[in-house]
């Protein structure tokens, strides 16, 4: 399945599980995959590792499923507690933690919002 396929499929889940706008889930699940890029190389680890797996499973193959194993009154707050949980920031050069939706004004679909301090 291709990373459009993903996403697509992805923020369908989101949007139905927490009663979310298209545009709140693309957010995330463009985050997701933000997260295999520059600025995030060590977040996910060496392919293959045992941090890569979990990542894989939590962040890519059960993403819903652990948003919903998190504490929070929004989607966002599900996120950010997930990515405490699993040391994210600290790997990271760039923000992993999502904006409140309300201060989100984003031009461009790729900017989900993010910074490196917990909001």
């Known amino acids: 399945m291709g990373a ?3 996403a697509g499929r992805m923020c369908m889940r989101l949007e139905e599980e927490f ?3 298209e545009d709140r889930a693309l ?11 520059e600025g995030y190389e060590g977040v996910f680890g060496e392919y293959g590792s045992e941090r890569h797996q979990k990542l894989q499973e939590q962040l890519i193959d059960e993403l ?3 948003l919903l194993e998190q504490s929070g009154n929004t989607i966002e707050e599900r996120w950010n507690n997930l ?6 920031q600290s790997r990271a050069d ?6 409140p939706w309300s201060e989100h004004e984003a031009d461009d679909w790729q900017n989900p919002g993010v910074t490196s301090s917990r909001p």
């Open 4 to 6: 459009s396929d993903w």
């Open 27 to 37: 957010r995330i699940t463009t985050l997701v995959r933000l997260l295999r890029g």
């Open 94 to 99: 760039n923000g992993v933690y999502l904006i």
């Open 64 to 66: 819903d499923k652990s």
């Open 19 to 21: 009663d979310i706008s």
């Open 83 to 88: 990515m405490d949980e699993l040391d994210c």
